[in-house]
């Protein structure tokens, strides 16, 4: 059973920045891995996503200039840089793998358990 696994999320004051760190669970050869978000009492929705092998990548409108979305090939991981973070930014995070390059989450198999992100202003 697939276990993707999601890090890094906790508290900071609005202006500051997170990295959280996705850890797949398994080999990754033409999946897409994607990054949502989901506030109290909102849809889930898209953040990021990357292709594993290849350059593509993809950023919401609403974070474009604020985050940035890698990959780690040594240590097999994910990475979301999230700066200049903002109250509305306050989410629980996911991780997710898919075999469809789409910013809609029903496209993604395979879910982490989430990480929380909390920012203060």
């Known amino acids: 059973q697939v276990q993707v696994k999601e890090s890094g999320g906790g508290s900071v004051q609005a202006g500051g920045s997170l990295r959280l760190v996705c850890a797949p669970g398994?080999?990754?050869?033409?999946?897409?891995v994607g990054w949502f978000r989901q506030a109290p009492g909102k849809e889930r929705e898209f953040v990021a996503l990357i292709r594993w092998r290849g350059g593509s990548a993809l950023l919401a409108d609403s974070v474009k200039g604020r985050f940035a979305i890698s990959k780690d090939y040594a240590e097999r991981t994910i990475n979301l840089q999230m700066s200049n973070l903002k109250a509305e930014d306050s989410a629980v995070y996911y991780c997710?793998?898919?075999?469809?390059?789409?910013?809609?989450?029903?496209?993604?198999?395979?879910w982490g358990q989430g990480t929380p992100v909390t920012v203060a202003s």
């Open positions: 398994r080999p990754l050869s033409s999946d897409i």
């Open positions: 997710a793998v898919g075999s469809q390059y789409d910013t809609n989450h029903r496209a993604y198999s395979y």
